[in-house]
């Protein structure tokens, strides 16, 4: 079964205007902002660097398979590890999208984390940001391991057609629209299975965290990677929430993912987010990143 993780109630961040700017020089200064926290993080250890770039309702999924809710919880939640506190970490962003309306974004990349004595050790994170007067922060953020094998180290950045006027007016629909995605996406594995309705519903660039060295990328890799037939062992939906762009055109879902039927001494749910995107206004939401 295919990593994913969980939806908290709606979350509503609004950003300052964003200045009328080229798609790709946004995407470029979202990596550059990410590449700046890895700068300073790499002079502290993991539990001050990574949360160092949270807002303070930040979201992540734990090994407890629940979330961390809020900076302090996220602070928590990365000192129950005792090797985050003697440990730092550089990280590299390979790709990185935003939103129409300038206020939000995605990067995911690798992670390379020191711990004095050992072996250097890799990982794979994903990042959902959203553009507040003091710059990008964090508002969705997850990691996963990266064993030894090759990685992909640069992806084309996901980009709207134009930028538009962030425009506050359309929230609310714009969340409607994102959940029933995401509910959608669910009830179609009902009908056609888990395989399948990853392929339905994701974009050819999608990315899975996957279990390898690198990440799976593009539907059809996902979904056979989530299995096939038409069996669907699970059910999900955005039961935490959603946030989205005013835009209409990205945004992240969280939640649970339910066993149908648990198997005894089997965790009954897990925890997931999904980054969203249409790759233009009239095209359906397809997941692009999880």
């Known amino acids: 079964m295919v990593s994913r993780l969980f939806p908290l109630a709606c979350m509503v961040v609004i950003a300052a205007p964003a200045v009328a700017q080229e798609p790709r020089t946004l995407a470029s200064e979202l990596i550059a902002a990410d590449r700046a926290f890895s700068n300073a993080g790499a002079k502290a250890n993991i539990v001050d660097s990574i949360s160092a770039m949270m807002t303070e309702n930040a979201v992540m999924p734990t090994p407890k398979l629940d979330f961390a809710i809020g900076k302090s919880a996220i602070v928590e939640a990365l000192k129950s590890n005792p090797a985050n506190a003697a440990a730092s970490a550089e990280w590299s962003p390979i790709r990185a999208g935003i939103s129409a309306d300038g206020t939000q974004g995605f990067t995911y990349g690798f992670m390379f984390i020191?711990?004095?004595?050992?072996?250097?050790?890799?990982?794979?994170?994903?990042?959902?940001?959203?553009?507040?007067?003091?710059?990008?922060?964090?508002?969705?953020?997850?990691?996963?391991?990266?064993?030894?094998?090759?990685?992909?180290?640069?992806?084309?950045?996901?980009?709207?057609?134009?930028?538009?006027?962030?425009?506050?007016?359309?929230?609310?629909?714009?969340?409607?629209?994102?959940?029933?995605?995401?509910?959608?996406?669910?009830d179609r594995a009902q009908e056609i299975g888990v395989g399948p309705a990853f392929a339905e519903f994701g974009s050819e660039d999608a990315m899975n965290m996957g279990g390898g060295s690198d990440f799976t990328f593009g539907n059809t890799a996902i979904a056979k990677a989530a299995g096939e037939g038409n069996a669907a062992p699970i059910t999900w939906g955005p039961d935490k929430g959603a946030l989205v762009a005013t835009s209409g055109d990205l945004g992240v879902t969280w939640g649970f993912i339910r066993a149908k039927e648990p198997k005894a001494g089997e965790p009954a749910a897990f925890p997931f987010f999904t980054v969203w995107r249409k790759a233009a206004p009239d095209q359906p939401w397809r997941y692009v990143a999880e």
């Open 114 to 186: 020191h711990d004095a004595g050992k072996p250097d050790r890799r990982a794979k994170y994903l990042a959902y940001w959203v553009k507040r007067p003091e710059g990008w922060r964090v508002a969705f953020y997850k990691r996963a391991g990266s064993a030894d094998g090759d990685i992909t180290t640069r992806v084309d950045p996901a980009l709207p057609v134009e930028m538009v006027a962030p425009d506050p007016q359309r929230l609310q629909d714009n969340l409607v629209s994102l959940k029933a995605a995401e509910q959608a996406f669910s």
